[in-house]
């Protein structure tokens, strides 16, 4: 015998012997798989560990020779045991499959991976895979209706692949994968447990009807012969074992694979009838695997291949784009893979998935474009280009990037909660590349229309942005100054090149970076558009009149946003400005930036000579009185100034309407902690007695109630505090009368004087107010400054030795009381004039009797009989001249005073004439 012929038969043997190796080693995987899925294992580990040993039994299935190679095997005899032996190892395979679909729908995932293994070895049987994975989905398909829902999440993935297998030029493979993505969709209309339409026409009714007849095994049954064929084999014929243990019903659907006997019109997956059958069937998350197991076929190095999944990606995407649900891992895949270095099929249809998908999910696919470092490379500006490539998207886009630029750049979140869902990390640097995207998309001829229609939002946005980012030293360190970039952009875009021309020459965009440039930078291009009568006027002012309503989201932007508003309105509008507008500024007086506020007052002051024509002029001035009680001193300071200045200007009667108001604000701040503001409000005070003087009656309450105050502050430690309360304390005594200005002189200024002589005149031309004044300065004896509580015990002093006849026994213990937390003070001088006054207070409260009547009649002999006080502390002041006035003009003071008492002036003309007054003369 020749020696190739004894290679052959030795060839030969071994592939017998190979079957025989594939039939033993299937039979105990079976086992070993059966008795898995029926022990009490964790249903994941258990899954894993079969799907393990069923790849293994898969590529030694599907490694065997063909059936042509084993036919060519017999020499005749055993032709037919050889081709029973191989159907055998098929059909235990197919057998194994089908009983652990049988108990749970999950393992349809297997066939998931039987098709990916099968793509992985070309070598394989492909036609008999499909035949099997067929076989099971047919089996599947009908079980699925006796069940209720079916949890099954790889069908997407399957129907991708089966897809794809449409396509292939071997019509045996084609018909194969068409009739198991019939009946995967079939499956899929039960997911769970939702059904809906057909999901196919392309599938001949010869077709249906011939599934629907062929009978499908029951898993029990198969399980048992399977039992059986694994006990009755023996090592002499263990293929007729098999034999025995395959069923009928199985001869009946390898009936299903010969093309004569289906009458099957071919379903190509990449037909647009088909995909939108797959489509419409395929629940989101099914069709998201369906669209990203495309997606990654893109990359394959079957340009065929490759080019059958785009047409795929292309033809889902367009009706069904909506049902995808991870958009921004899609986006991100696509940025890898375009990073690599991709062929021409692969990037031009990538980039085609992000133009459709920012069809139905803009904003999903802009955030993630924009959540990449900057600046963005080239990759990413391809990606850019795309998204924004259909002029029906344009609005869309640009939406969605003016929410972005809502952020601030490096703006760190607090919580992992409170971050964009979008963001990869808790730095915010989504504004930064957004405002670098709008470089890219604004110059788009198609988003002229767009740019038009958003040019107030993107110009106020741009502004924003470009003060963020002036602050961050990344930005400015690796000069990321694309905000700035896109406002020039956008200016030339909306046919504005006078204005960045204007500007350029201004030095605006060199010096717009510079922090201090910020306020005048905004200041300058509001002019500067101005000037040029730009024609998005109307637009850009309803905008900031809507953006002022809304409020800004951040203090910074409504100092943006007034300084801007008041420049344009200061243009085209004459004062006063509309009352829409100035209802803007009456609100910006208190809000919570204290830049917001001054501006407003600012504004509001420069109105003064116009003021008279305000409609709500009262309105402005209430405003301005709440002002008063901010905690910023500036624009308390501001405040003062921009009401004093209307005031000016103001009409008499809406003057008087609110004069009593306007005094009860400015007490409150006559003993303010800061200086400027005492001495502002004081003499401010003043000036309001002085106008007010043809309306003394409306003041004279709040006069008295500032009268304390007034007094106190004299002894300041400020000059510009001791001048107003000299200021004022003149124009109040010139209203009442009292002869107490010559004191206030600075040549004869005397503190102890002053307080006297005021005394001297408060009782006897308003008594009553006595007790009331001793309450106001009761409570400066506890003030910090020393200056203010020598002086408030002196004034108690005088008050009390004057009115004691007005009090209390309780009133007296309450006075003590207040005296006596002054009695071990820090300051000598304090406790030294804090023992002369708790002197002449027991002395008060000595002459107090319990009898209403003596009591009665003391109060009568006080009101007739006034008595001259003379100086009780010979208190020397540091402020007081240090040439004192003669005691003669001190009496001469005291006899030119008038005798004018608040209930009898009839009464006080008797008394001069009366006896004891001629004596004490």
């Not at 969605?400 to 808790?426: C, N």
Request: glycine share 4%; charged share 20%.
């Amino acid at each position: 015998m020749r020696p190739w012929v004894t290679l052959f038969f030795l060839i030969q043997e071994h592939k017998v012997d190979s079957l025989w190796n594939a039939y033993t080693t299937i039979i105990n995987d079976q086992a070993l798989i059966l008795s898995i899925n029926s022990s009490f294992v964790d249903p994941l580990l258990q899954f894993e560990t079969q799907l393990k040993i069923i790849e293994s039994s898969f590529k030694i299935v599907f490694a065997i020779p063909s059936l042509e190679e084993v036919k060519e095997m017999g020499n005749g005899n055993d032709d037919e045991d050889l081709q029973e032996l191989y159907q055998s190892i098929l059909n235990i395979y197919e057998d194994t499959l089908l009983i652990l679909v049988s108990k749970d729908f999950y393992k349809l995932q297997i066939l998931k991976e039987m098709a990916v293994w099968m793509g992985g070895d070309k070598s394989c049987l492909q036609e008999r895979v499909l035949v099997i994975i067929s076989r099971v989905l047919i089996f599947a398909a009908k079980k699925v209706k006796e069940s209720a829902s079916v949890d099954a999440p790889c069908l997407g993935v399957l129907a991708a692949e089966l897809c794809l297998l449409c396509s292939h030029a071997n019509r045996s493979i084609t018909q194969q994968a068409s009739l198991a993505l019939y009946h995967l969709l079939s499956i899929a209309q039960h997911q769970n447990g939702k059904a809906e339409s057909s999901p196919s026409p392309r599938v001949t009714e010869n077709l249906l009807l011939r599934s629907e007849q062929t009978p499908t095994p029951a898993p029990e049954a198969l399980i048992k012969r399977s039992q059986l064929s694994c006990s009755a084999a023996s090592p002499q014929q263990p293929w007729q074992m098999a034999r025995k243990s395959t069923l009928s019903t199985t001869a009946s659907l390898v009936a299903l694979q010969e093309p004569r006997t289906m009458n099957l019109m071919p379903m190509c997956g990449g037909s647009l009838s088909g995909l939108q059958s797959i489509g419409h069937v395929l629940r989101p998350s099914l069709l998201t695997d369906f669209v990203w197991s495309l997606l990654m076929r893109l990359a394959t190095p079957d340009c065929g291949m490759a080019k059958e999944a785009a047409d795929m990606l292309r033809l889902t995407l367009e009706h069904h784009a909506h049902k995808v649900t991870t958009v921004s891992k899609i986006v991100d895949l696509i940025y890898i893979k375009l990073r690599e270095n991709s062929n021409h099929v692969m990037k031009h249809a990538m980039l085609q998935v992000i133009t459709l998908l920012t069809r139905t999910s803009p904003k999903k696919v802009i955030f993630q474009l924009m959540d990449y470092p900057v600046p963005a490379d080239n990759t990413l500006t391809l990606m850019w280009q795309a998204a924004g490539s259909e002029t029906k998207m344009a609005l869309p886009v640009l939406t969605t990037i003016l929410l972005i630029l809502r952020g601030k750049p490096g703006e760190m979140q607090e919580s992992p909660a409170d971050r964009r869902r979008f963001s990869f990390d808790a730095t915010n640097m989504m504004p930064v590349a957004a405002s670098q995207a709008l470089c890219t998309l604004l110059p788009v001829p198609s988003y002229k229309k767009a740019v038009a229609q958003f040019f107030p939002q993107l110009l106020m946005a741009l502004l924003f942005q470009i003060f963020y980012t002036c602050d961050m030293k990344l930005v400015m360190e690796n000069k990321l100054f694309f905000a700035r970039d896109a406002l020039r952009v956008l200016l030339n875009c909306s046919g504005l090149q006078e204005v960045d021309t204007a500007l350029n020459r201004k030095n605006f965009w060199d010096q717009i970076s510079q922090v201090l440039f910020h306020h005048h930078g905004v200041y300058l291009i509001a002019t500067t558009l101005g000037e040029h009568n730009f024609p998005q006027f109307p637009e850009t002012l309803h905008y900031l009149y809507k953006l002022s309503v809304e409020g800004p989201r951040r203090s910074e932007d409504s100092v943006i946003t007034v300084i801007f508003l008041t420049e344009l309105l200061n243009k085209f509008f004459k004062d006063p400005f509309p009352e829409e507008f100035l209802a803007l500024f009456r609100n910006w007086i208190n809000d919570s930036n204290p830049a917001v506020s001054k501006l407003s007052l600012q504004k509001i002051a420069s109105m003064a000579p116009v003021i008279n024509q305000v409609g709500n002029v009262c309105g402005f001035l209430l405003s301005i009185l709440d002002a008063f009680l901010s905690k910023d001193q500036t624009i308390i300071i501001r405040a003062l100034l921009t009401l004093r200045r209307l005031l000016n200007k103001l009409d008499k009667v809406t003057y008087s309407s609110l004069c009593t108001q306007i005094a009860s604000s400015y007490c409150p701040l006559m003993d303010h902690s800061n200086g400027g503001i005492r001495s502002m409000a004081i003499r401010h005070f003043g000036e309001l007695v002085r106008d007010m003087s043809q309306y003394w009656w409306m003041l004279n309450n709040a006069v008295f109630r500032a009268l304390v105050p007034l007094i106190l502050f004299l002894e300041d430690t400020e000059t510009r505090v001791t001048t107003a309360c000299k200021h004022t304390l003149a124009i109040c005594a010139s209203e009442l009368r009292w002869s107490v200005s010559h004191l206030l002189l600075d040549r004869c200024y005397s503190f102890e004087l002053v307080v006297l002589s005021i005394c001297n005149n408060l009782f006897i031309s308003h008594g009553s107010y006595i007790v009331e004044l001793l309450s106001d300065a009761l409570r400066f004896l506890r003030n910090s400054e020393v200056y203010l509580r020598r002086a408030s015990v002196i004034l108690i002093g005088y008050l009390t030795t004057l009115g004691g006849h007005l009090l209390l026994r309780d009133d007296i213990e309450v006075i003590l009381e207040g005296i006596d937390t002054v009695l071990d003070d820090e300051d000598i001088e304090t406790r030294v004039l804090a023992i002369t006054t708790r002197k002449l207070l027991k002395d008060v409260a000595h002459k107090l009797t319990s009898s209403v009547i003596k009591q009665t009649s003391r109060r009568l002999f006080n009101f007739i009989y006034i008595k001259k006080l003379k100086p009780l502390y010979n208190y020397s002041s540091p402020n007081d001249v240090q040439k004192k006035p003669h005691e003669d003009e001190r009496n001469q003071e005291w006899e030119e005073r008038p005798y004018v008492h608040e209930n009898d002036e009839k009464f006080h003309e008797r008394m001069r004439h009366s006896p004891s007054h001629s004596e004490e003369q």
